[in-house]
């Protein structure tokens, strides 16, 4: 009887890989959680018809990708940051499309040159003082966080994380490699307590009192005040766009870009056309209080109330030819000891 | 009843057992080492072609601080699973106390909890902004963090607490099995020879229950070692922390297999030190089970003693993690209670249970062919199909892949050349590489602990049997197989929830919109909101329990009842 249920069982999972490239679907590696790219994708196979099946992880998509080669089910692969995209060009496993509507929709310094990457959204990389204990115009920029007046008062995340790394690699990029270790042990030394947690986690040790500047996405803000479990901790802290009067706040990227092997090319590049219309961006800019990458679409109501973003015009491929400098820094730095 | 023989007396080479045992045993035994072991090569392979030498930069900067607080963690959780496991285990075996039926398999309950949902719990309640310490400053009146100290969770004593907490089931099972395992009159010999019960505990009891403590020992530094959740969210600075920053961060694959092959020797080191230190004991206990264990009767005071060590690790282990999730659940309920529950629940259960098999029958071939030719080749067998286990998840998972596509990619090739067909990829991205991954990963699990309850039953059984005419075939099945059984429900219970909690892989590996409750919790979890994912991290907890509530029952069953 347990041998039968055990042989069922065997066969069964022979069975489930039967997954035809049968027209009508699109195929997805994402570095993005599935439950953000639901809303989205439901509204595509409504007006559509045609079917998405998503992988989810952080780690391993790449390799999965380069090792299943022209096989590969994948069509599309989506990402929350400039560096894995840039990977992916690098390693040669995605192809450039040439799309007018794409190429409408998305302004060109959010897209790759010979359009092997497109962005979706863009998020900037934000200080969070509190309310209480920093006067308002007190940080403007991110250099100041070097600045000895915050010495214990700053709280960060891993400065591994992407998101940190992006914004190092953007210093490297402006003030070259030097000047901007001596600025990050200027931070390191400014830190509160060691790098720990997530973005919100910095916003709630102000509210707590353990910090007063964080650094953190903007969408993290946004949706903590979507929470009403979190609202009076994100209520604790106001917003600074860093450099807004000089060159401009820090931006990174969540992007999409087609795979090499894509199976379902024609499907594919119509997902990558619906994601950049305004229908899709208003979603994205709803669901997750990012701001939309097609200009023409609105930021959502709370970040819209933020005001006129002034990003920084880096290109999003200098700061990603950084990042390994970047991580050596943190590492010379000892940032997160 | 028991005893001890030397190595050379052992029915290794006895002619009865060698004599043309069927090379059946011998071929199968090999075939399946050779693919068990395919995935730890590949990323073998991949270290030899790193995309830039590593180790000048590690060596400047993080090296020595990730290999010490790898080495402080890995010593604090021993520490720790050892006590908890050892004294719980022979709490349960051999005092007589009020709730000890209870704590006989509640001791286990822990072991559903994943390392990552305890680090986020406990952060959650203890973190500055946390219930704890906001009723403090109410109490104190302390105005911030500067006005009091409050010992920082998120440190390396915090993340050595959180592993241990979970992980000492593994010692107390495998323990447990062996003490119960253990023929009482040999207790009872050493305390009529004038030792204390607790110098017969650490004299006879402990040193005849070694095998099995180590293998639970080594089950609880292998994970210890490839944690990733816990040790990142707590920023705590292991080797594993570097190897996925050189891979991620740095992009280079080849570096970070070349950690991940460093630490597979560690582990190797490790396991070949242990087994030497005891390559002069073999020990065979021929059970007896009508003898049945006569439980210390205690003064009040010590029994409460006995709660009280039982108790708290169940408590602090599991209790409290989950009354945690279940407030999240319910106050998250409309958001996390829906459609995809059921199927996401039927796909953990599916996987928990198909590896489970998959694992213990080849673990059993595995074991029982060493028994059957204990050559040197057979050992180096053993020890090779079990490396999996030391590796860390993702990476294995990059292991797996590797000759799986390039099976799928070799057989699309022929087919493309010989028929004009593509067959695309067979095994790639389906629910057999996730099962066959969990098999790389947990067979240590299963292969182990076969291995040492063989080495307990002496080679006459064998002898016996075979003299009567029985192949080694049925020699396994009516003989081996009997005595084993609780051995067989632990290591298959220790799989089946460990797979239901196993991450990274399953992350990797899994086909289109498949979802494990593991899978489901992490993508909110890695998103800051955990508590959204309460209700199925609850589900992943308790989905746990019923096997631990079975198994534990047939365990302790198996004693009474024959």
Known sequence: ???????????????????????????????????????????????????????????????????????????????????????????????????????????????????????????????????????????????????????????????????????????????????????????????????????????????????????????????????????????????????????????????????????????????????????????????NTEYPANPEVEPSGIVAEWGEINPDDLSLQEIAEHRNAAVRMVDRVDYDN | MTEAITADQTGADHPLLARRTSKRWLITAALTTAIVVMPVLSVIILALFPEENIWPHLLDT????????????????????????????????????????????????????????????????????????????????????????????????????MIGLVLYPYVYLLARAAFLEQSPSLFAVSRSLGHSALSTFFRVVLPIARPAVAVGLSLVLMETLNDFGTVDFFAVQTLTAGLFDTWMNLGNLGGAAQIATTMLAFVVILVTLERYSRR???????????????????????????????????????????????????????????????????NSLFLSGTAALTTLIIGVTLAYSRRLHNSRGMQIMMRLSSLGYAMPGA?????????????????????????????????????????????????????????????????????????????????LVKVHLPMLRGTLITAALVVFVDVMKELPATLILRPFNFETLATYVYQFASDEQLARSALPALIIVLAGIIPIILMSKSISGTRSIS
């Not at chain 1, 219309?277 to 669901?287: D, G, L, R």
Request: hydrophobic residues 45%; charged residues 20%.
């Open chain 1, 1 to 287: 009887m347990r041998l039968k249920l055990a042989a069922t069982a065997l066969a069964a999972a022979c069975a489930l890989p039967i997954q035809a490239s049968a027209d009508g679907e699109v195929n997805i590696y994402s570095y993005r959680q599935a439950y953000l790219l639901e809303p989205l994708l439901n509204a595509f196979e409504e007006e559509t018809g045609i079917e998405t099946n998503v992988v989810f992880a952080k780690k391993g998509l790449a390799e999965r990708l380069e090792r299943e080669g022209r096989n590969s089910p994948a069509d599309l692969v989506m990402t929350v940051d400039i560096s894995r995209l840039n990977e992916l060009v690098e390693r040669g496993l995605v192809q450039s499309v040439d799309n007018d509507t794409l190429e409408q929709n998305i302004p060109e310094h959010l897209r790759h040159p010979d359009g092997k990457w497109f962005a979706l959204t863009t998020r900037a990389r934000l200080i969070f003082a509190s309310k209480e204990r920093v006067e308002e115009g007190e940080i403007t920029t991110y250099e100041d966080l070097a600045d000895d007046k915050w010495e214990d008062r700053i709280c960060t995340r891993s400065g591994k994380h992407p998101y940190n790394i992006a914004l190092f690699s953007s210093m490297i990029a402006h003030h070259g490699e030097e000047a901007a270790e001596e600025w990050l042990e200027g931070l390191k030394d400014n830190l509160a307590r060691k790098p720990q947690g997530g973005d919100r986690d910095q916003i709630k040790a102000i509210h707590a009192g353990e910090c007063d500047i964080a650094i953190g996405n903007s969408y993290y803000y946004g949706n903590m005040l979507n929470d009403e479990n979190q609202r009076e901790q994100a209520e604790a802290v106001r917003l600074i766009f860093p450099n807004a009067d000089g060159r401009g706040t820090h931006i990174n990227i969540s992007g999409v870009a087609l795979t090499n092997s894509a199976p379902n090319r024609d499907n594919a590049i119509r997902l990558m056309e619906f994601l950049s219309t305004p229908q899709a961006q208003k979603i994205y800019a709803e669901a």
């Open chain 2, 62 to 161: 993080t090296l020595p601080r990730y290999l010490i607080t790898t080495l402080k963690l890995m010593v604090g959780v021993a520490i720790i699973t050892l006590f908890i496991g050892l004294a719980t285990a022979w709490a349960v075996t051999m005092c007589e106390f009020p709730g000890r039926r209870f704590f006989e398999w509640a001791m286990l309950l822990p072991f559903a909890v994943p390392a990552y949902v305890i680090a986020y719990v406990y952060t959650s309640l203890l973190d500055y902004a946390g219930p704890v310490q906001t009723t403090l400053r109410e109490w104190f009146g302390w105005r911030n963090a500067t006005d009091y100290w409050f010992p920082e969770i998120r440190s390396l004593e915090g993340a050595t607490l």
């Open chain 2, 280 to 346: 002069k004991q073999q020990q065979f206990a021929a059970r007896d089970n009508r003898d049945p264990i006569r439980r210390f009767t205690m003064s009040f005071p010590r029994q409460m003693i006995c709660v009280a060590v039982c108790a708290l690790p169940v408590i602090f282990g599991f209790l409290l993690p989950a009354i945690t999730l279940g407030q999240y659940a319910w106050e998250y309920f409309d958001e996390s209670w829906n459609t995809d529950f059921i199927r996401n629940t039927l």
């Open chain 2, 395 to 475: 990476v294995l998972a990059v292991g797996v892949i590797v000759p799986l596509a390039a099976f799928d990619n070799r057989v699309d090739s022929i087919m493309r050349d010989t028929f004009g067909i593509s067959s695309g990829l067979l095994l790639s991205g389906s629910a057999f590489a996730l099962i066959f991954a969990y098999t790389v990963r947990f067979l240590a699990v299963s292969a182990g602990s076969v291995e040492s309850a063989l080495q307990k039953i002496t080679p006459s059984m064998d002898m016996a049997s075979r003299s009567l005419g029985h192949t080694p075939g049925q020699t």
